[in-house]
């Protein structure tokens, strides 16, 4: 369950094109499942801009409080309204529904330098 057409980081984030230099992010179902049933998400605030690797959010389970990290440079301009009332999308669809920001990307060959599907897969395979 590893869509091909996005890109991957260690920290089993995940970014889609939604327009131009703006990319929409979520978790993975890997991490998801991982995480088991998500009962909170902490979000930022539009308008807010982060560093690679810097902590934009918090996903909270039954089990634990994971962070959400930045997978590349940039601000983020939107911010997904629905999983205020139902963070389990993030666990019922991660890769549509249950996304969780939307970046403008600061440099968008960053983006070129994460993951893609096949070493992600090669990644969680372990």
């Not at 889609?16 to 049933?37: C, K, M, P, W």
């Not at 994971?66 to 911010?79: D, K, R, T």
């Not at 070129?112 to 395979?125: E, I, M």
């Amino acid at each position: 369950m590893i869509p091909d057409d996005l890109r991957y980081t260690a920290e089993h984030e995940w970014l889609a094109a939604s327009g131009e230099g703006t990319f929409r992010v979520g978790i993975t179902h890997y991490a998801q499942d991982s995480l088991g049933d998500i009962v909170f998400v902490q979000l930022p605030e539009a308008g807010t801009a982060y560093e690679a690797g810097a902590a934009l959010g918090e996903v909270e389970s039954t089990k634990s409080v994971s962070e959400i990290y930045a997978p590349v440079a940039g601000e983020v301009v939107a911010v997904n309204p629905a999983l205020e009332g139902a963070p389990e999308l993030i666990n019922s669809d991660p890769y549509g529904e249950g996304w969780l920001v939307e970046l403008k990307v600061t440099d968008p060959a960053a983006v070129d330098a994460l993951l893609d599907a096949k070493a992600y897969g090669s990644l969680t395979a372990g």
